[in-house]
């Protein structure tokens, strides 16, 4: 059975591709593919919890650029104690390290991209994803997303790219009503409840949430808005919503390892964000039957429909987010079809199954035309490589 290495550097964080990561891992076929994951680990940084116990993890020190022969060193050893077939990375600093890793120890590489943020990174972020987007030309396959993540990817000369769709695995009964759910958070029991869910970023779009919330208090309706993340801009969103007035109306909870019981708490999830590629907090939010406005941006539309599976918003419009969101704080039974339709639409094209089955072709595929026939390790090798 063949061993792919899964790696990801440990940004003391669970977003998006850590979501992705988790499902993965607790549902490809065992029969088939053997996963174990390789986290690079700054010395001192407290390992995640929030990964399932069932999957074999490596921790693999990793020092920076300075001492990058030293970590490509251990991510070689990693490799060869799990008898790794191929290795499949998750971020841009995984990315490179398997970059050159291709020099001492060559092996099948994907790169898997979920997502680049463009013109909403601000400092050294953008000059990293610069370099990423080199990076990536080097692997033997580049996973994406989404269609408007694989134009992107194409257009940075990569040549072999494959969509496997973003997915979550479905609850299989909706959530309960909204009211279970607050009374369990402390939340305002009645009030109609926005929410937006991820990391806080100027991509992601929550100044365009709050800017939106101001228009709500203006009109006059009794709305709530919850913000549930962290990230740089924590401070300048608080501020921000000081400054509309609307500091008393949104709550920020800062982190949270499991999202899922605020995302059972709203009425609407909020998704105004400024580039985007798929977002698993929509499909999450559908999952759960909770309607969903969204900006024109990514896969949105494709996933959204002409309005019969959520709501669209144009791209930075913080009025037409307002109007959608007074919308559906007037009509309850327009977010019941809407949630309902949404989580229709998720199970049928967004479940884990289908995106599992893709996954594991594409594993299958490359292990077969890079090696013929698959290496395999002894389960006692695998150990540390501290």
Same mark, same amino acid.
């Given at each position: 059975?063949?061993? &792919?290495?899964?790696? !990801?550097?440990?940004?003391?964080?669970?977003?998006?591709?850590?979501?992705? +990561?988790?499902?993965?891992?607790?549902?490809?076929?065992? !029969?088939?593919?053997?996963?174990?994951?390789? &986290?690079?680990?700054?010395?001192g940084q407290p390992p995640l919890a929030e990964y399932p116990a069932?999957?074999?993890?490596?921790?693999?020190?990793?020092?920076?650029?300075? @001492? +990058?022969?030293?970590?490509?060193?251990?991510?070689? $050893?990693?490799?060869?104690?799990?008898?790794?077939?191929?290795? %499949?990375?998750?971020? *841009?600093?995984?990315?490179?390290?398997?970059?050159?890793?291709?020099?001492?120890?060559?092996?099948?590489?994907?790169?898997?991209? =979920?997502?680049?943020?463009? %013109?909403?990174?601000?400092?050294?972020?953008?000059?990293?994803?610069?370099?990423?987007?080199?990076?990536?030309?080097?692997?033997?396959?580049?996973?994406?997303?989404?269609?408007?993540?694989?134009?992107? #990817?194409?257009?940075?000369?990569?040549?072999?790219?494959?969509? #496997?769709?973003?997915?979550?695995? *479905?609850?299989?009964?909706?959530?309960?009503?909204?009211?279970?759910?607050?009374?369990?958070?402390?939340?305002?029991?009645?009030?109609?409840?926005?929410?937006? +869910?991820?990391?806080? =970023?100027?991509? $992601?779009?929550?100044?365009?949430f709050i800017a939106a919330m101001a228009g709500l208090a203006r !009109?006059?309706?009794?709305?709530?808005?919850?913000?549930?993340?962290?990230?740089?801009?924590?401070?300048?969103?608080?501020?921000?919503? *000081?400054?509309?007035?609307?500091?008393?109306?949104?709550?920020?909870?800062?982190?949270?390892?499991?999202?899922?019981?605020?995302?059972? @708490?709203?009425? &609407?999830?909020?998704?105004?964000?400024?580039?985007?590629?798929?977002?698993?907090?929509?499909?999450?939010?559908?999952?759960?039957?909770?309607?969903?406005?969204?900006s024109r941006a990514g896969d949105l539309p494709v996933l959204l429909?002409?309005?019969? =599976?959520? *709501?669209?918003?144009?791209?930075?419009?913080?009025?037409?987010?307002?109007?959608?969101?007074?919308?559906?704080?007037?009509?309850?039974?327009?977010?019941?079809?809407?949630?309902?339709?949404?989580?229709?639409?998720?199970? @049928?094209?967004?479940?884990?199954?289908?995106?599992?089955?893709?996954?594991?072709?594409?594993?299958?595929?490359?292990?077969?035309?890079? %090696?013929? =026939?698959?290496?395999?390790?002894?389960?006692?090798?695998?150990?540390?490589?501290?």
């Amino acid at each position: 059975m063949p061993t &792919v290495l899964l790696l !990801k550097s440990d940004y003391e964080r669970i977003g998006g591709p850590e979501s992705l +990561l988790r499902s993965l891992a607790e549902n490809l076929d065992r !029969k088939r593919f053997r996963p174990v994951l390789g &986290v690079l680990r700054r010395p001192g940084q407290p390992p995640l919890a929030e990964y399932p116990a069932t999957l074999p993890q490596i921790d693999i020190r990793w020092q920076g650029g300075v @001492a +990058l022969p030293a970590s490509i060193g251990r991510i070689a $050893k990693a490799a060869r104690q799990s008898g790794a077939a191929l290795i %499949h990375t998750h971020d *841009m600093r995984a990315n490179a390290a398997a970059r050159v890793l291709r020099f001492v120890h060559p092996i099948p590489w994907i790169a898997h991209v =979920h997502g680049w943020l463009g %013109h909403t990174h601000r400092g050294r972020w953008r000059l990293y994803e610069a370099i990423d987007r080199r990076v990536v030309r080097a692997a033997d396959l580049v996973l994406v997303g989404s269609a408007s993540a694989r134009r992107e #990817v194409c257009g940075c000369g990569v040549e072999r790219v494959e969509i #496997v769709p973003n997915f979550v695995p *479905m609850p299989a009964q909706p959530p309960p009503e909204p009211s279970a759910a607050r009374a369990e958070l402390g939340l305002p029991p009645t009030a109609f409840l926005a929410g937006m +869910l991820g990391r806080l =970023h100027r991509g $992601k779009g929550q100044h365009v949430f709050i800017a939106a919330m101001a228009g709500l208090a203006r !009109k006059g309706i009794e709305a709530r808005g919850l913000i549930v993340g962290d990230g740089p801009e924590r401070a300048r969103l608080q501020a921000l919503a *000081m400054a509309k007035g609307v500091a008393d109306r949104i709550t920020f909870t800062g982190f949270v390892a499991d999202a899922t019981r605020y995302i059972a @708490a709203v009425d &609407v999830l909020a998704v105004p964000s400024l580039k985007e590629s798929l977002p698993l907090t929509a499909i999450e939010a559908m999952s759960f039957a909770r309607p969903v406005v969204a900006s024109r941006a990514g896969d949105l539309p494709v996933l959204l429909g002409a309005g019969e =599976h959520g *709501m669209l918003v144009p791209v930075g419009d913080a009025a037409a987010l307002a109007e959608a969101l007074a919308c559906l704080a007037a009509d309850p039974d327009r977010r019941c079809r809407l949630g309902a339709a949404g989580r229709a639409r998720a199970a @049928a094209a967004y479940s884990t199954g289908p995106a599992l089955s893709r996954l594991e072709a594409c594993y299958a595929d490359l292990i077969e035309r890079c %090696h013929g =026939h698959a290496p395999t390790a002894d389960a006692d090798t695998l150990r540390s490589a501290e």
